[in-house]
């Protein structure tokens, strides 16, 4: 697992990984004088890759213990990752459809600002749920049993 890390591709190494990718379709239309979103579609795509025991049942019970609650530890930590980019864009959406402006192409460029102004927040977001919880990660018992030589 140290020798042969899954790879991260914002952070490097890693135990687990959750590699995400999201795309935004609008539709405009001029409406009352204004510009107004018509319809907006905003789509998430998640791959979770977790770490595989090359053979997990011949391992001891307490290994095979620790390796369990390992694993388990790093999914819940990946889907936090996820639950917290799919709040985001659930804020997202409603803010961008509220959006006018005088022309349908200043309109697109405004939307498409204003997500890019939500994914960064986001990413803040998620960079303090990995401060939080990466103390939490490192010391579970597989991990320190793993680490200690």
């Known amino acids: 697992m140290n020798a042969h890390p899954i790879i991260d591709p914002d952070d490097g ?38 770490p595989k025991a090359v053979d997990h049942a011949g391992m001891a019970s307490p290994t095979r213990s620790m390796w369990n609650g390992f694993v388990a530890a790093v999914k819940r930590h990946e889907e936090t990752h996820r639950a917290i980019f799919l709040r985001c864009g659930a804020k997202f959406v409603p803010a961008a459809k509220r959006l006018t402006a005088a022309g349908c192409p200043a309109l697109e460029r405004k939307v498409r600002r204003s997500l890019d102004q939500a994914y960064q927040a986001c990413l803040l977001e998620q960079r303090a749920f990995e401060t939080r919880d990466r103390p939490h990660i490192l010391g579970l018992a597989f991990v320190k049993a793993a680490t200690s030589q």
């Open 13 to 50: 190494p890693a135990y687990a990984n959750l590699t995400h990718d999201h795309d935004v379709a609008m539709k405009t239309a001029m409406e009352g004088g204004a510009c107004r979103v018509s319809e907006l579609t905003f789509r998430w795509r998640f791959v979770l890759t977790l």
